[in-house]
């Protein structure tokens, strides 16, 4: 029987279907964080239960942590609630002996980034995590979904998650994207498409030209948003690239452990023939640079595009609490801040493209406040290795130390009430950067170009 990558991946995880008619599924790798865990370790405590499987769990502070001062510990986290919550997940880990990069770790960094990068993340694996983002992983053709306290608490004390059987859908990008179009275009190309809830109770599985042509880097940036097109998680076949991607890599198999891994990753991919409840089809070589205008990802237009009418009240809300009016251009928007960083655009390709945008620039000084947030310890030691550091130091830009900072305002890097950012982040709900913040989702280019324009502008014409 024909099966979808989807399928495959449940199949050879799935443990025992219930009389609810839910599944048991085996989960072979566990990510965790310092806000969603204290709960569920708190609950194992209680039932005097110890986790199942050890080295099954990964840890990294995130969400949390300053990005400022980080050479001073914890002693640099002035919040005493988060400080607390990186605290408690240090003596969680230590108590349970649970591999952490903690805040001091060259390794540390945003769970998503730090996952695939450490080889933690590996092709055909089931991996969890406490927070909705973890879709991000399915890049790397494995099936990865993002759950809530009580699952983290069951997961680590059975190595297992309650979850129903989810559909298929197929989303093909082809042709090719034109030059300044990146993956995070291309993601919010298709949350404009499908809606917020067009991929609810799916699977997206990515494909077509500009997918097999993307980039690892890019891949995690269309999976990491599936989630808000309403879909439990995203994927993307196995390929030459996954397998360079994942080789050498410290938690990745080795000499004759790689060779048998490869032969059934090779697997991962969907039978010609296998039946997808739904599909969709994008021609990538129309796309152009995208910006969310609202509080919903689905509320994008084109970078040349104009701020639409209310036709329904969720749209005059959100026109409100923006504070714009119908028939604005979208350089016509005053911008105060701008952010480079988060799970979907943290990484040494999106900062690289940033660079090449910003070299020899300056921000503009309308700009109160641009910051870059590298992904993990890794990606910044890269990229200063390149000396992508001093090119947005010099362009006026301010270089931080790795964490979630800006995306969800869970640390000191927020919003002013009432500021418009250009944010690489993955949502912009009211409120999401900070109390009455107004956040329009771009790509690295287009933020990095609205920085030194002080305002949006088509980053191809810049590039030229």
Not at 239 to 254: A, C, G, H, I, M
């Amino acid at each position: 029987m024909s099966k979808t990558l989807y399928d495959k991946l449940w199949d050879a995880h799935a443990v025992i279907q219930r009389n609810d008619g839910t599944h048991l599924l085996y989960i072979d790798r566990h990510l965790i964080h310092e806000v969603t865990s204290p709960q569920a370790f708190e609950g194992l405590k209680l039932a005097k239960r110890k986790p199942w499987r050890i080295s099954a769990n990964i840890a990294t502070p995130d969400h949390n942590v300053p990005t400022t001062n980080r050479e001073e510990g914890l002693d640099g986290i002035s919040d005493e609630v988060a400080k607390l919550q990186v605290t408690t997940l240090d003596d969680n880990c230590k108590e349970y002996g649970i591999t952490q990069f903690d805040i001091l770790d060259k390794r540390q960094g945003i769970v998503h980034v730090v996952g695939p990068e450490q080889g933690i993340t590996l092709p055909g694996m089931t991996i969890v995590c406490g927070d909705s983002h973890t879709s991000t992983h399915g890049a790397l053709a494995t099936l990865a979904m993002g759950i809530g306290t009580s699952e983290v608490e069951h997961v680590l004390a059975t190595q297992c998650l309650v979850a129903s059987k989810l559909k298929n859908m197929k989303v093909s990008i082809d042709g090719d994207l034109s030059n300044g179009v990146s993956a995070k275009d291309v993601t919010l190309a298709i949350i404009e498409k499908i809606g917020t809830a067009g991929g609810t109770g799916y699977a997206i599985e990515y494909c077509g030209e500009v997918i097999k042509n993307m980039s690892i880097e890019g891949r995690m940036t269309v999976c990491n948003m599936a989630i808000e097109a309403g879909a439990r998680a995203g994927l993307v076949a196995f390929d030459k690239r996954t397998l360079e991607y994942v080789q050498n890599r410290p938690y990745s198999p080795r000499g004759k452990d790689l060779q048998h891994a490869i032969s059934q990753w090779n697997e991962l991919k969907s039978d010609e023939d296998a039946i997808f409840e739904e599909i969709i089809h994008i021609d990538g070589s129309s796309l152009k640079p995208k910006v969310s205008w609202g509080t919903s990802p689905e509320m994008v237009i084109d970078i040349d595009g104009i701020i639409p009418e209310a036709s329904s009240e969720s749209l005059s809300h959100a026109l409100k609490y923006m504070d714009l009016k119908p028939g604005m251009k979208l350089s016509d928007i005053k911008l105060d801040q701008v952010f480079i960083g988060s799970c979907t655009n943290s990484r040494i390709e999106d900062l690289r493209i940033a660079a090449q945008v910003v070299k020899g620039k300056k921000v503009s000084d309308t700009i109160k406040r641009a910051i870059v947030v590298p992904g993990s310890g890794l990606v910044s030691a890269a990229a200063v290795k390149e000396g992508l550091d001093q090119v947005f130091l010099e362009a006026g830009f301010e270089w931080r130390a790795p964490g979630c900072s800006m995306c969800l305002a869970m640390n000191p890097d927020q919003l002013g009430e009432g500021e418009h950012c250009a944010s690489t982040s993955n949502r912009n709900f009211e409120g999401r950067q900070g109390y009455g913040g107004r956040t329009h989702l771009v790509s690295p280019a287009t933020a990095a170009a609205a920085a030194i324009s002080g305002h949006f502008v088509d980053v191809r014409e810049l590039i030229k």
